[in-house]
């Protein structure tokens, strides 16, 4: 039987949430200040596409916070202590 931790984050759901809304992996991982930052600093840029220099700051900073939510959920589970295996089928004995 599979232990689940609740602390145990699932990368990939992590990286998904930001991709569809910046910021929102972040907070799925426990980040809350850094997700809402993120979340208001894509605000500004949507602001800033009226002269065009949010086009390219937005680009970046929705890149970067797929990247951070996905290596942040890793090192979440790195520090659980285990496997950080996420609940499922269980694997066929050996």
């Known amino acids: ?6 602390q145990v984050k699932n990368p990939g759901l992590a990286a998904v949430l930001s ?15 850094k997700g809402l930052l993120i979340i208001v600093v894509q605000i500004i ?11 390219v700051t937005g ?11 996905y290596k942040t959920a890793e090192r979440i589970n ?3 202590g285990g496997a950080g295996r996420l609940p499922g ?3 066929p004995p050996r």
């Open 59 to 69: 680009a970046i900073v929705w890149i970067w916070a797929i990247y951070d939510a």
């Open 19 to 33: 991709f569809l809304i910046s910021g929102l992996g972040q907070i799925y991982n426990g980040e809350i200040g």
């Open 45 to 55: 840029n949507g602001l800033l596409t009226m002269i065009f220099v949010g086009f």
């Open 1 to 6: 039987m599979t232990h689940y931790n609740p």
């Open 78 to 80: 790195a520090n659980a």
């Open 89 to 91: 089928p269980p694997r």
